[in-house]
């Protein structure tokens, strides 16, 4: 389980930098700049846990890890998933519904570093 969660983070951290990329050159003339800050915005908090990913994955390497730990990369996978993915079907699309999806994706996110806050300090 840990090595899936290095390797998925690695792959995210890697879409997350494509998908700036993709929104500093190929979008920058499309979209407007609120669009644009959307976009930003997804990439950043996609960045931000493909890191805490790699984290978990380290942290399961080790033999002190709670068990709660596993269900914090779920969370932020999910969220990475629901939050930035919604972003960017919103920005890509221009369906403000996808908007509906964002805040669950952040509540993932929350979650998770709650749960790992919990994991720690019940150990």
């Given at each position: 389980?840990?090595?899936?969660?290095?390797?998925?983070?690695?792959?995210s951290?890697?879409?997350?930098?494509?998908?700036?990329?993709?929104?500093?050159?190929?979008?920058?003339?499309r979209?407007?700049?609120?669009?644009?800050?959307?976009?930003h915005?997804?990439?950043?908090?996609?960045?931000?846990?493909?890191?805490?990913?790699?984290?978990?994955?380290?942290?399961?390497?080790?033999?002190?890890?709670?068990?709660?730990?596993k269900?914090?990369?779920?969370?932020?996978?999910?969220?990475?998933?629901?939050?930035?993915?919604?972003?960017?079907?919103?920005?890509?699309?221009?369906?403000?519904?996808?908007?509906?999806?964002?805040?669950?994706?952040?509540?993932?996110?929350?979650?998770?570093?709650?749960?790992?806050?919990?994991?720690?300090?019940?150990?």
């Amino acid at each position: 389980m840990a090595k899936l969660f290095i390797i998925i983070g690695a792959l995210s951290a890697a879409v997350s930098v494509m998908m700036g990329a993709f929104g500093a050159h190929a979008l920058k003339s499309r979209l407007d700049e609120k669009a644009l800050n959307v976009l930003h915005t997804g990439v950043e908090y996609q960045f931000y846990h493909a890191l805490g990913l790699v984290m978990i994955g380290l942290l399961l390497m080790s033999a002190h890890t709670p068990a709660g730990v596993k269900t914090v990369g779920w969370l932020f996978l999910a969220g990475t998933v629901l939050f930035s993915g919604s972003l960017y079907l919103l920005t890509l699309t221009g369906q403000k519904s996808f908007g509906i999806i964002t805040p669950f994706g952040g509540m993932a996110f929350i979650l998770g570093w709650l749960w790992l806050a919990f994991s720690y300090w019940k150990a």
